[in-house]
């Protein structure tokens, strides 16, 4: 995988985003992880990689996004 391929929004109290993380570390994956700071204002680019709930944990692969906890997993 080419260096940054693949990116997690997240944000650090989340339980599902460990969740995604842990399994990342298992599996040797090299990320990017992008601090979402959920209280204040969600970025665009969740914005853009999650437009329906707006959540994280998202997983961008190239420029394809995956939400949700358990099918990134």
């Not at 650090?12 to 993380?21: D, Q, Y």
């Not at 298992?26 to 990017?32: A, D, G, R, T």
């Not at 999650?50 to 994280?56: E, G």
């Not at 190239?62 to 997993?73: Q, T």
Request: glycine residues 2%.
């Amino acid at each position: 995988m080419a260096e940054n391929d693949v990116k997690v929004l997240g944000s650090w109290p989340s339980p599902f985003v460990l969740r995604v993380r842990i399994a990342l570390h298992h599996k040797s994956v090299n990320y990017e992880y992008i601090e979402e700071n959920l209280l204040e204002s969600k970025s665009e680019l969740l914005l853009k990689s999650n437009p329906v709930f707006k959540k994280v944990p998202v997983l961008i692969h190239g420029d394809k996004p995956i939400c949700e906890s358990l099918i990134i997993v």
